[in-house]
């Protein structure tokens, strides 16, 4: 398989105030205890700082990095035909009434577009949405420029997602054109397990408690026992099953595969990543771990580019990009370059 | 497209109990005057009582899955295209997701769209349809929405009302080269600028914590000004030139149950008489979002209006956010 679909370019945004780690444990009063006998989580987890959005917004973060993908690619913006928006945490207003596509789409002026946004995934919501892009892309002539992009900003206070990872606040864009011949998307392969659906979840305004004034409805929550019993033996499992997916339609093999792009959780999640599927930690990104933690799906992103500029990625290779998503979803990309 | 696609089956599921306009609207303080009453036409709504939107949504499935003959562990993907708040934020959290695991189709992927009204559907249903089409191992998808109203906000803009919402699930089955209506072509195009024509301010980063936000908003001066007809007009024109239909070939159009205005509005502009277009669940059932397309549809099917081999439309304005049309042939 071969979607006959590359990647343009891709950009993403940082915004410039940042908040070590250390502050964040103490502001969001996180358990000092070990998780296990091996691992300590505010010890171990190898984030220094992230980085804090504050009074910018989460659609003006998309919106950075769409421009910027813009001018990094010298693509007009009248010529794109689809935008979507796969941001994975609530934005300004409710979805899925609402999405930052049509703010994007207006401050950008790609007034022939058809937008949307895919609001399931997690973390996967990239991996989702380049399945529903290059299938409109493949099914219909008229779809041969797209720009996918995400702005995530978490709450005050909610920059801890105990005990996996710690938030930090950005936006990434991507330009996928058809006919592209460079980093070329061989395949997509996307899994879901239903009865995980409410590992990871934010309450939301209708179950708030009106006594609640640090919002904790707007909060990420995790049901950590369901965690623990049922996503801990499933992910590596589903990790080879997505990546295997992947890797049968395009029909290469792992030993083919040259470098992958992996989310930037903790320590020993890359660790246990590394050995279980026998990487060398060499050919798995691993630096935004401590530059500036975890940024939901537009790790996909970011960590891709920063492998791209400083090297990791040569012309000719075989990329993987892999995650997991909300504990529920996984998906893996092959990108030839 | 070279791969076809069609409607297997649909279902919708409506909850037992039902309130007339009047009440409502005594009940939000708004004004029913006959000429109010008349624009609407719209008598009663259904409304939920206890039920959850995953559980009418689940029975929507099971029904339109028996009715598709398809068999659920087969199910490839399942599309959700819900616009209302859900059980928990959206796109944190997403029904499908639940649906699922409690139908037990365990090989299915999951995908929500969010955004432009009833529209929604005529994004899930093209975006399915390609995902069929383009990918050789998915043969069946799963269309599903559930929409509850927020509690006090059944009248769309009730100074100058638009519309009365209904809670309602909707379920349609689609099958790579399966029998059924077909699905010719879809179009879709979005004005940016009209993103927050109706949406909900409140509850989310913007102004989360005042409750009189958390409700459903339209902008009604922009809505009206909006080219909604003249927008569809024209992207049939396209649709119909590149299948190579004619105009007249088109002999039924499925379109939003907003009220009696918007429909007489749709039907004079795109020149359709009021035969073609059905009323019956505007009046009993009101707005259900992207679910009046599912009702609609069966209720074509059921009245026999159109032979096989016929052309048929799916239309809606999006709210003058986000227009769709899709060409389909019995």
Known sequence: MNTGIGIVGASYYLPPKRKAVTDIFRDEQIPAEPLAANVDFQRDIGIEAVHVASEESATSLGLNASRSVLEKTGIDPAEIDLIIDFTSIPEEYIAPTWSAAGIVQKEIGATDAFVTAVNTGGCASYHTTLKVACSLMAAHDRYRTALLFAGDKVPEFNHTYYPITVICDGGSAVILKKGHEKQQILSVEVATLGKLHDVWYIPGFHRRDPADKDRKWLHMTANIPKFNQEVIPMNLFMFRKVMRGALNLAGRKQQEVAYYIYPTFSTWDQKAFCQAFMVAPEKVFTDGLQRHGHLQETDMVLDYIDAIDEGHIKEGDLVMLTTNGAGFSWGAALIQH | ?330
Request: net charge negative.
């Open chain 2, 1 to 330: 497209m070279e791969t076809q696609v069609g409607i297997a089956a649909a279902a919708v599921t409506l909850p037992a109990r039902r309130r007339d306009v009047g009440s409502l609207f005594q009940e939000e303080s708004a004004i029913l005057n006959p000429d109010i009453a008349a624009r609407l036409g719209i008598e009663e709504v259904p409304i939920c009582n206890g039920e959850s939107a995953s559980a009418m949504a689940l029975a929507a499935c099971q029904e339109a899955l028996r009715r598709a003959e398809l068999d659920v562990a087969q199910l490839d993907v399942i599309v959700d295209y819900t616009i209302l708040p859900q059980e928990y934020l959206v796109p944190a959290w997403n029904m499908s997701n639940k649906l699922q695991h409690e139908l037990g189709a365990k090989k299915a992927l999951t995908v929500g769209f969010s955004g432009g009204g009833a529209t929604n559907f005529l994004v899930a249903l093209s975006s399915a349809a390609a995902m069929l089409q383009a990918n050789e191992k998915l043969m069946s998808a799963l269309l599903v929405a559930a929409d509850v109203t927020i509690p006090g906000n059944r009248i769309l803009n009730p100074s100058d009302p638009v519309s009365v919402l209904g809670d309602a699930a909707g379920a349609m089955v689609l099958k790579k080269r399966g029998k059924g209506s077909v699905l010719i072509d879809t179009g879709l195009h979005t004005d940016g600028s009209h993103h927050d024509v109706c949406y909900i301010p409140g509850g989310a980063l913007a102004h989360p914590d005042d409750p009189a936000l958390y409700r459903m908003e339209l902008d009604k001066e922009r809505f009206d000004k909006a080219p909604k007809s003249e927008t569809l007009n024209d992207m049939l024109g396209t649709l119909l030139t590149r299948a190579g239909v004619e105009r007249e070939d088109v002999v039924f159009a499925l379109y939003p149950n907003l009220s009696r205005e918007d429909q007489q509005q749709f039907a004079d502009g795109m020149g359709f008489s009021a035969d073609q277009i059905n009323s019956d669940n505007r009046k009993y059932h009101g707005h259900l979002q992207g679910t009046d397309f599912v009702i609609n549809y069966l209720s074509m099917i059921e009245s026999g209006t159109v032979d096989k081999g016929q052309h048929f439309l799916a239309a809606s304005h999006g709210m003058g956010f986000l227009a769709g049309v899709s060409l389909l042939e019995l």
